[in-house]
């Protein structure tokens, strides 16, 4: 019995350590919901977002709120689609690669918990992956960024991690410093390429009268798959 009662304790433990923070939220906003009829239960989540994954100082209060919004969202989807031992298995193939990801994000001045989180999203942790795009390895890099970052030979080189992890963590690490520290607007120009993301935000400006700038306030304005791609990282993170 007493082997019973360890072994049981043994599995609460592991399993908690799997779901936070991804399922500790989503569960909280899920179970608060069936209690209070939804209101306790977002607020509830809200607050665990907001302090889990505080928004940058700078930011206001719309761009707090809808980033807020779409962590939970992305907290949720991310559960519900892979469950708490495959996100534990994509958690685990990431962190194979953590002697090179982590001075790879020093060097970058990154955070490498966001650096692992990239990878989680590009390519859970799976070196030889090659998208419809062609983008290539663990970071996902289109041949033409590998090229920038020192990798010759694309074809080849892209899938060695050694050389992928530390070529777009430095590409990550200088679009937050083009973005002026604004990490979120990094991510979708990571997903999107500066270029386009830039393109699309002068657009909301001329055609919206909004001078506003950065991820949150050009979102609705970015391909879908952008408009996923920033919470889904900050959610792995």
Known sequence: LNGIRALACILLVFVVSVMSPIAFIASLGEESQRKSGGGE??????????????????????SANAREQALLESYRAILAKRGSFGMQAVYDAVRVWRTITMPAATAAHLDRARVEAVMAVESQGMPNVTSSANCRGLMQLKDGTARQYGIARPL???????????????????????????????????????????????????????????????????????QEYVPSVLAWE
């Open 41 to 62: 239960g977002t607020s509830k989540a809200h607050a665990a977002i907001a302090e889990l994954m505080p928004p940058p100082p700078q930011m206001d209060a719309e």
């Open 156 to 226: 080849q080189e892209s899938y060695i991690p050694e050389r992928n992890i530390p070529a777009g963590t430095r590409y990550l690490g200088e679009l937050v410093q083009r973005y002026e520290g604004d990490g979120d607007t990094a991510l979708a120009a990571y997903n999107t390429g500066e270029a386009g993301f830039d393109r699309r935000e002068e657009r909301m400006q001329s055609t919206m009268g909004d001078n506003r700038s950065g991820y949150w306030h050009t979102r609705s304005h970015l391909p879908r798959e952008t």
